[in-house]
């Protein structure tokens, strides 16, 4: 079920008035069973994966903690890591290997062709299993006590605001606040509706309608002018940002109706000052996860210099390897871990201060700087392909053009005002933000983007960008 | 906090109210333009008609070796020259979609008759619940009667009124497991029907199984085999047509297009082609007793003019579509008892009449001079003379008209000059390899006086030479050779 639907619109209400009105020890099981049937109506079958994950982790985990030999306990995590990871390949990666296999087998004169797979992609299957992952190897290392509640571990990995595209949440925290007696609560209302219409109005009504013009650009290049491939790679920017971060607030304030505070997964990064604070700011939830993951396990900053080079290299790959599987979100991440090695020496080398976390102009100097660079990254994650990114950077010398980008007066007002939406929004979320606001601001607001997603919103059928993924 | 509730309920209600009168006064037009293709077409329709037909892809696909690609409707409008026909065609539209259509027209436009296309497919679950159907219901959600902001966001938010594809899936599952109500049958349901066909397989021409037959004959039985009944959703959908109908004060027709009965037959069987004609005729019974007239074209149409062989569609050839429309105008008639022009010989089918009132699409010769500056009636006629020596002109193949049709021609048309033309002839041309080509040019000045300024009238016979009965076309058009401009309207020409 998407969001930005009537069946989520009409699902919403329902299960929310029902959650009210069971008693606490009966909404689990409510509660999990509105994320089953909230992930069915997508592609029924495939449930059986996030029951199969749910159950194989759940059990890994009881086996580790119970288990006083350390290789014991190594072994249920490796079958946990492999499961969840094996199902990540089958699904996600096999193909990737066996094409560029295939590619390899062609230019070295092999005749063998391995056949690829025809199955569907499962949707949120990067974030589910990234999602139990981070709870078997909290209880490997002890940091999280295993749940002896079948239930409740079920519904945290299949918790339907943020199932599919998360933030990704840790066990402990989101498992708290599911077993947390719950007391309909005006604030939480309040505050949920708030981020969900901000969040329909940056995706349906910026993003969506952003995505018409970058699909003109991204599909003939050559024939438009470079300043019109300029502007369709920022639009670009734009629209995964509203994209992505209009999900993330549609699922938090999802989950905050039902008293879950889910952690911010964005903190308006175009305004980062450089890559390393650009990604404190982007898709928090996964950059904190492979930090804690990946990155601190592979020695963090605390090795050598040259290692510390190769940890950041291979967190930002691999990065970009969970985004897709196709070279392009390979050299996307690689590009990043490049940029950021950069950055790090030429601060370290001219002694740039750091810069504050407040607006100022220097700040926005630097954010211009900044917004630059990631706008030519992202190139490589919207292509296809290597070919049509370089497309798109040959385009930018365009001299002439037989099309030109035709923005309505509407798409540019709604654009203008998210962009400008960021500068107040500086370190804060539209929740607290409009919530200080006097009434008839907050109420013109309102008003405003409730108009806009009425009226406005994009009516092709697009999809959050990240459910892919 | 109910308080706090109640009145922020009151606020956002009036918010609401306030937008959706900002959405109607300035939004509404330009995005029913640019989301509904099916909107033009309903604002293009006159304020004034006589008969609208509603078709879908069965009304326009033709075949390239079709002579005359026109339309079922077009074909239906020749029967009626004098009178305004109009159709809105949307590809693989239904019962559902026809009535947001209906619905959809200003009570401003006057309509004496509605034809509705009745597609026996379109009462299958294979239909019903098609993938196709979230964008069909896309294309209308615009047009209802709701408030149009409201219908804008339906539009966004994809709440059409279709199914996903779980509940496409259960609904189609469900379907095909219901027990056929004749117990005789060998098969219980679509699921056994489909399996038997399966393991049994279709056999070629040559005795081995053909793939492509026993898949064209499982989806015969997926498509056609179900029993009909009042619940039927496409039942209710046409039930709703004809209250509309009766609210307006419409003549309603129901078509029940051709299907493939032979076909049918020769793959699967006499039962299926017996489930399907008791349901056709259950259909028939029900909506004449509701008062509507039932065209039942059901078996119509023979193998042969159906275009497509691979899959159970209502797509026809040229002589098809004109049985079709043959048969609605045989209906509709009895309105426009007066208006009615037998067009095509009944023996041999083959048309002994052509109209033009050049506002029809039927593509003639010379359409270029089709001009809106002056019209006899409607918007347009056509402009020739200074330049553009010929007029509008039928340009036919003379051995597609009827033997005992081929003595002379009647030849009527509409002439408008702002002075007397002292150079203009009608010509009939009859041309082709087996004879001397035949000019024979009349002044219009001889035949009639020309009031300048004004609509003429013209009537001519021409008697066809004996020995031109050869031709291969005959061709009639009023020649201008000179500077003076003129315009010619409604060119009818009956052949004897």
Known sequence: ?469 | MWFKFIYRTIVLGIVLLLANLAYSHWFWQADMEKHSDIYPKIKALPADIDILYLGESSNITFSWQDLDKRAISDFVGDHFPNLGTYNITQAGAHARIYYEILTAIPDSVEIKDVVVTMNYRSFSSDWIYSELEQALLKKTVLLRTTPPLYNRFLLSFKGFGGYNELERKLRIHADWLIPFKNENLPYKNIYEWDRAIDENGILDSDGGRSDALTILAAANVKNFAFDLNEDNVRVKDFDRIVALAREKGWHLYFSIMPENLENAEKLVGNDLVEMMVNNKNWLVTRYRNMGVGVVDNFDAVAHELFIDKDFPTEHYTETGRKKVAQNVAGLVKSDFPDQFVQIADPATGKRTYFFHDCERQEVWGQMQTISTEKAFEGSKSSKFGGGQAFSLSLDYPFQQIPDSFKTEMDIAFELFAEQPPTDLSLVVELSGEKIDFSWNGFKVSDLKTIEPGQWNPIDFNFKIPAKALQADVVKVYLYAPGQQILFLDNLAIQFK
């Open chain 1, 1 to 469: 079920m998407l969001f930005n639907s009537i069946d989520f619109v009409v699902f919403l209400p329902v299960v929310l008035v029902l959650f009210y009105l069971l008693p606490h020890k009966l909404r689990w099981i409510f509660m999990l069973a509105a994320s089953y049937y909230f992930y069915m109506c997508w592609k029924a079958s495939y449930i059986i994966l996030i029951i199969a994950s749910t159950l194989i982790d759940y059990l890994a985990a009881l086996q580790i903690e119970k288990s006083k030999a350390k290789s014991r306990k190594r072994l249920y995590l490796a079958l946990s890591l492999f499961s969840n990871l094996g199902l990540l390949f089958v699904f996600k990666y096999y193909n990737f290997a066996i094409d560029s296999l295939n590619y390899l087998f062609e230019h070295l004169d092999v005749a063998k062709q391995i056949p690829l797979h025809q199955l569907l992609l499962p949707v949120g299957i990067s974030f589910y299993t990234f999602q139990t992952l981070s709870y078997t190897i909290d209880v490997y290392y002890g940091r999280q006590k295993a749940e002896k509640h079948l239930g409740y571990f079920a519904l945290y990995v299949s918790y339907f605001p943020q199932l599919v595209a998360g933030p990704i949440e840790r066990f402990s925290r989101l498992n708290a606040q599911l077993r947390a007696k719950v007391q309909l609560n005006y604030e939480n209302i309040a505050n949920g509706l708030r981020l969900i219409l901000f969040g329909f109005f940056i995706k349906m009504v910026v993003a969506d309608n952003l995505s018409e013009f970058v699909e003109q650009v991204y599909a003939q290049p050559q024939a438009y002018s470079g300043l019109d491939v300029a502007l369709g790679m920022v639009l670009y920017s734009f629209q995964i940002y509203g994209d992505f971060h209009g999900y993330s607030s549609i699922a938090i304030g999802t989950a905050m109706l039902f008293g879950v505070n889910l952690m911010n997964n964005f903190n308006t990064p175009y305004l980062s000052v450089n890559i390393k604070e650009f990604w404190s700011r982007w898709h928090i939830s996964l950059s904190t996860w492979f930090r804690d993951y990946l990155y601190i396990p592979l020695g963090g900053n605390k090795v050598k210099i040259a290692r510390w080079i190769i940890n950041i290299l291979i967190v930002f790959t691999v990065s970009g390897l969970w985004h897709g599987a196709n070279w392009t979100f390979v050299i996307w991440g690689g590009l990043y871990g490049l940029v950021y090695i950069v950055e790090h020496f030429v601060n370290k080398a001219f002694h740039l201060a750091p810069c504050r976390n407040e607006l100022s102009p220097k700040r926005l100097l630097l954010a211009i700087k900044n917004f630059v660079v990631v706008t030519l990254i992202w190139v490589f994650f919207r292509s296809q392909n290597l070919e049509e990114a370089h497309g798109m950077f040959s385009g930018l010398l365009n001299q002439h053009s037989e099309a030109s980008l035709q923005l309505p007066t509407s798409v540019w007002v709604w654009f203008l005002l998210f962009i400008g939406s960021e500068f107040l929004l500086f370190n804060k979320r539209f929740d607290t933000w409009i919530a200080t606001k006097m009434p008839w601001l907050r109420w013109a607001v309102y008003a405003l983007l409730l108009f806009a997603i009425l009226a406005f919103a994009g009516v092709q059928e697009y999809p959050f960008i990240y459910f892919q993924f």
